[in-house]
């Protein structure tokens, strides 16, 4: 985030923290931001909460991504059902 500071880019804040959107989705369209530097609780489930939505958004958002394919063959595959057991 340091570098989009430096370049103006800087995310919109409010009482020190980053303004985000639902998803975490902040004033620069390419950053994304969650957790404690966001506004809400500081607790350790909602910064998780925050990260999954934004890393969600972040899929959506740019579908083609670097490496995207492998990210979601990964995700597929963990979805899929373990093999029954032989007996």
């Known amino acids: 985030m340091l570098a989009a500071v430096n370049a103006g880019r800087a995310p919109a804040l409010a009482g020190g923290r980053v303004q985000v959107d639902g998803l975490g989705r902040t004033t620069n369209p390419r950053l994304y931001a969650g957790g404690d530097n966001t506004p809400g609780p500081d607790l350790v489930v909602t910064a998780l909460a925050a ?37």
Do not use: E, F, K, N
């Not at 958002?61 to 093999?83: K, N």
């Open 51 to 87: 990260g999954r939505r934004a890393a969600a958004a972040i899929l959506a958002d740019h579908p083609t991504l670097p490496g995207l394919s492998r990210v979601l063959a990964r995700r597929r595959q963990a979805a899929r059902p373990a093999p029954a057991p032989v007996a």
